[in-house]
Structures are given as structure tokens and as C-alpha cells.
């Protein structure tokens, strides 16, 4: 499986910003699509995940009501559209994918595939 992250970029705070992270291969094994970020000298840290069905959302609390994870399983693409950005979300966005189960989802270790990571800037 292959994960291609794009749409980062630069943009003020109180801007909007939308990014896509398409698998390609073995797709079956990419039921729960998330996205993790890490700032530099910081950790990867959880920001949102979302299951196959879409049943099972999560969200990390310094992202929730400001992010959106969706996903188009035709197209095996999900998206984090985000909102509201702050200074504090600069950082470098990943995406993964795994047969994760709903008790792990916020977990970096069990995801199996990541993408390349695509940089976001919030200039304050």
C-alpha cells in the first residue's frame, strides 16, 4: 500500500486549509485512515481518524470542532479539511492506514502505512 499526501501549504491564522491522502494497492488493508502531525522537536501526535464505514470517528481535543475527517472509498482518498487554523497547528501532516481496531485508533505504532508527510504553516 502507498499513501500520497497532498494539499499543505502556507496560510494565516483564522484560515482554512484542505488535504487529501490517496492509497493505492492492497487498499483492503486501509480500513481506518488517520492523520497524525508533528511539530518540529516535538512527538507525532494523534489529530483524527476514521473508519472504513465510517462509524467510528475520533478526534484529537485541539482539533475537534475545527477539523473534518472524511473519506471516499471509490476513490480509496481521505481528507482532513481544516478550519480555524492557529499558529499551533504548524506542523508536518501525515497520513496513515491499517486494520486498526477502535481501542488503538489514536496509537502511531499500529498503523502499518504512512504517507510522506506534506508541511502546513499557520502564520499568526
Known amino acids: 500500500v502507498q499513501l500520497q499526501a497532498s494539499g499543505g501549504g502556507l496560510v494565516q491564522a483564522g484560515g482554512s486549509l484542505g488535504l487529501s491522502c490517496a492509497a493505492s494497492g492492497r487498499t483492503y488493508s486501509t480500513r481506518t485512515m488517520s492523520w497524525f502531525r508533528q511539530a518540529p522537536g516535538q512527538e507525532r501526535e494523534f489529530v483524527a481518524a476514521l473508519s472504513w464505514s465510517g462509524g467510528i470517528t475520533s478526534y484529537a481535543d485541539s482539533v475537534k470542532g475545527r477539523f473534518t475527517i472524511s473519506r471516499d472509498n471509490a476513490r480509496n482518498t481521505v481528507y482532513l479539511q481544516m478550519n480555524n487554523l492557529k499558529p499551533g497547528d504548524t506542523a508536518v501532516y501525515y497520513c496513515?492506514?491499517?486494520?486498526?481496531?477502535?481501542?488503538?485508533?489514536?496509537?502511531?505504532?499500529?498503523?502499518?502505512?504512512w504517507g510522506q508527510g506534506t508541511l502546513v504553516t499557520v502564520s499568526s
Open positions: 496513515a492506514a491499517g486494520l486498526v481496531g477502535s481501542a488503538y485508533i489514536r496509537a502511531p505504532n499500529v498503523y502499518t502505512y
